[in-house]
């Protein structure tokens, strides 16, 4: 039995070392999978926002590196680098959704308005950042280009995207001003209401004014 004993002890270690590394990529698929169902678990509005974010902050570090490879120029810039500040800040501008959001009662954060807002934003994001790109590599510009009645048509959709994108931040606004039983703060959530709410009535005039002049 003693010989038995000092065998099964000899093997422990190397059983052990062999088993080592496939629990440890469990123990991370585990980790990996609870992130991923604690995600799926939010509200939609939160959800939608979240995993956009995270989309286009992806996307932000593609077009980098293809940044690197593509050298051509379009205004005196690197053709990718108005979509990759559009990726990026898109990205930060639903993060800030989000994060806004989860702060609200769970009534606003279930609601349907929040999670109609989401999807139209997600949508008009994507389509907005996607045209850019598109046209970037194309060597063509996104903004203020008319030249045809098929980019006129373009260019028209995406002025109206991204009044939906930033409307998106007006309903936020507005759900925390008027929600009585979210976790801000009563200084907190009258700064993110106005800072949400009058953002985007600067934002829609500077675009508009920007829109008519067909310029910057």
Not at 107 to 121: E, F, K, M
Not at 185 to 198: M, N
Not at 199 to 210: E, H, N, P, S
Request: proline share 3%; aromatic share 8%; with cysteine.
């Amino acid at each position: 039995p003693s010989g038995l004993a000092v065998q099964a002890a000899d093997r422990r270690p190397v059983e052990l070392a062999a088993r080592g590394p496939h629990l440890g990529h469990g123990q991370d698929h585990g980790r990996d999978d609870q992130g991923m169902s604690a995600v799926l678990r939010l509200p939609l509005c939160e959800r939608v926002w979240w995993l956009a974010s995270a989309a286009l902050l992806a996307t932000f570090v593609v077009m980098w590196a293809v940044s690197l490879l593509d050298r051509r120029v379009l205004d005196g810039a690197n053709v990718w680098a108005k979509p990759m500040k559009f990726a990026l800040s898109v990205a930060l501008h639903l993060a800030t959704l989000a994060l806004a959001a989860h702060f609200l009662s769970a009534d606003w954060r279930n609601g349907a308005l929040l999670g109609v807002l989401a999807i139209a934003s997600v949508v008009a994001a994507i389509s907005e950042v996607g045209y850019i790109a598109w046209q970037a590599a194309r060597l063509q510009a996104s903004h203020f280009n008319v030249g045809t009645p098929f980019q006129a048509a373009l260019y028209a959709l995406m002025a109206f995207g991204a009044v939906v994108l930033v409307a998106a931040s007006a309903g936020v606004g507005f759900a925390a001003a008027v929600d009585g039983q979210s976790a801000f703060s009563a200084p907190v959530r009258l700064a993110v209401s106005i800072g949400l709410i009058a953002g985007t009535g600067l934002t829609l005039i500077t675009a508009f004014r920007l829109g008519g002049n067909m310029s910057h």
